[in-house]
């Protein structure tokens, strides 16, 4: 069966550092990948979502960046993070080649700026 | 792009009665549309999705309807239940090779005893 890994769990960044979140999908190959953010009580926000290695489509223009290193690893990095970067990042993978395929999530990862 | 408005934002019904939650859409190209729903602190879950080619879905007490010509869809759960006290997100996609999905800002469903 497929497992979605994401870390870390929580996360607290000082502003103007770096950031790095990781998330890697086990049980399947080639899936779709993507980032979404959630602030808090709001919606989700879709970020990045890759359709294969090196393969990265940006949604909402910011200081964020994704990267597609290999076929089931997904990153999410920040060269500066900004107070407005806080809240509920979700990494989530989809079948490869099935449309209409439903997302299935990572358990997130809690980012507070300060 | 796509554009997804759901409302209400917040919802109160007693236990045992029938909870509504309507979504539109902007795309008219969309033709998938799932529904998650996320428990406090935790990550959304798929409870139910419905294709463009069908009108009504049911699975228990939970129902999706669509209607491809307003471009709005709904949930409906019955029966409600403590446990369906959670955060309710639609959904809708256009089934292209990229699959993206866009979500609307969710319905914070409160059951009450």
């Known amino acids: 069966s497929q497992t979605i890994h994401q870390w870390p769990a929580t996360l607290v960044q000082p502003v103007g550092s770096p950031l790095s979140l990781e998330c890697t999908v086990e049980?399947?190959?080639?899936?779709?990948l993507y980032w979404y953010r959630q602030a808090a009580g709001r919606g989700l926000q879709l970020l990045f979502y890759?359709?294969?290695?090196?393969?990265i489509s940006s949604e909402v223009p910011q200081n964020l960046s994704a990267s597609r290193p290999q076929d089931r690893q997904f990153i999410l990095s920040s060269k500066k993070l900004l107070l407005s970067d806080s809240g509920f990042y979700l990494c989530?993978?989809?079948?490869?080649?099935?449309?209409?395929?439903?997302?299935?999530f990572g358990n997130g990862t809690r980012l507070t700026v300060t | 792009g796509e554009n997804v408005e759901q409302h209400p934002s917040t919802l109160s019904v007693q236990e045992g009665d029938s909870a509504v939650i309507k979504c539109t859409y902007s795309?008219?190209?969309?033709?998938?549309f799932p529904w998650y729903k996320q428990e406090l602190g935790k990550r959304p879950q798929l409870i139910i999705d419905?294709?463009?080619?069908?009108g009504e879905k049911k699975d228990q007490r939970i129902a999706v309807t669509l209607n491809k010509t307003a471009k709005h869809f709904s949930l409906h759960i019955t029966e409600t239940q403590p446990e369906d006290s959670a955060v309710y997100f639609c959904?809708?996609?256009?089934?292209?090779?990229?699959?993206?999905?866009?979500f609307g800002s969710g319905t914070r469903l409160s059951i009450r005893p």
């Open positions: 989530a993978w989809s079948v490869p080649g099935s449309y209409n395929s439903p997302l299935h």
């Open positions: 049980g399947t190959s080639n899936p779709n």
């Open positions: 890759s359709v294969g290695i090196g393969q």
């Open positions: 795309d008219s190209a969309s033709n998938y």
């Open positions: 419905i294709r463009s080619n069908v």
């Open positions: 959904a809708a996609s256009t089934g292209s090779s990229a699959s993206k999905i866009i």
